[in-house]
T-cell receptor, first 109, second 115 residues
Framework: GQQVMQIPQYQHVQEGEDFTTYCNSSTTLSNIQWYKQRPGGHPVFLIQ???SGEVKKQKRLTFQFGEAKKNSSLHITATQTTDVGTYFC?????????WGAGTKLIIKP | GAVVSQHPSRVICKSGTSVKIECRSLDFQATTMFWYRQFPKQSLMLMATSNEGSKATYEQGVEKDKFLINHASLTLSTLTVTSAHPEDSSFYIC???????????FGPGTRLLVL
């Protein structure tokens, strides 16, 4: 079946370091969405990418959609404690939303 | 804008009873609502997609007779867990969208504990 693989599962970083999570789909996606879930909270929509090769920025967050519309990444520059949480990608394919397993961002004490 | 509420936020029930969870879009009309289940430290698992006025589409492996979904209006969908068992204990999250392929706005979730 259709799958979206998201890696890594966890990433431990020092505050101020960068963070990146990647999503790869087994099929071409019509769009991909990114969500953030804070510990104990519910997922919050961050952004949607639709176009091949699209790059969007939100302050320290950079989102990319691959040329083949099968992969996507989220990069956070200079992480802060407020960035802690799990980041999910969700790809749209054939009117289904296929979720990645999420990448948990952990800031080292 | 785009606020989605869920009620109740937490519920504890006895095994064998039924529990109804409501999902409401407060400031927009949601033609499509989604129901998810999330186990601790795991990704969201889509259970079903419901469109206003029609039967829900269930994902493979989700029992439609156990998880009854009703989407009677453009602002309300309900999920009823019938004859709940301890293994049904989970975090249930709904989301709402103005279309089946557009942005989803998530509710805060309902934590169900079946004793």
């Amino acid at each position: 079946g259709q799958q979206v693989m998201q890696i890594p599962q966890y990433q431990h970083v020092q505050e101020g370091e960068d963070f990146t999570t990647y999503c790869n789909s087994s099929t071409t996606l019509s769009n991909i969405q990114w969500y953030k879930q804070r510990p104990g909270g519910h997922p919050v929509f961050l952004i949607q990418l639709v176009k091949s090769g699209e790059v969007k920025k939100q302050k320290r967050l950079t989102f990319q959609f691959g040329e083949a519309k099968k992969n996507s990444s989220l990069h956070i520059t200079a992480t802060q404690t407020t960035d802690v949480g799990t980041y999910f990608c969700a790809g749209r394919s054939n009117y289904q939303l296929i979720w990645g397993a999420g990448t948990k961002l952990i800031i080292k004490p | 804008g785009a606020v989605v509420s869920q009620h109740p936020s937490r519920v504890i029930c006895k095994s064998g009873t039924s529990v109804k969870i409501e999902c409401r879009s407060l400031d927009f009309q949601a033609t499509t609502m989604f129901w998810y289940r999330q186990f601790p430290k795991q990704s969201l698992m889509l259970m079903a997609t419901s469109n206003e006025g029609s039967k829900a589409t269930y994902e493979q492996g989700v029992e439609k007779d156990k998880f009854l979904i009703n989407h009677a209006s453009l602002t309300l969908s309900t999920l009823t867990v019938t004859s709940a068992h301890p293994e049904d204990s989970s975090f249930y999250i709904c989301s709402a969208s103005t279309s089946g392929v557009g942005t989803q706005y998530f509710g805060p979730g309902t934590r169900l504990l079946v004793l």
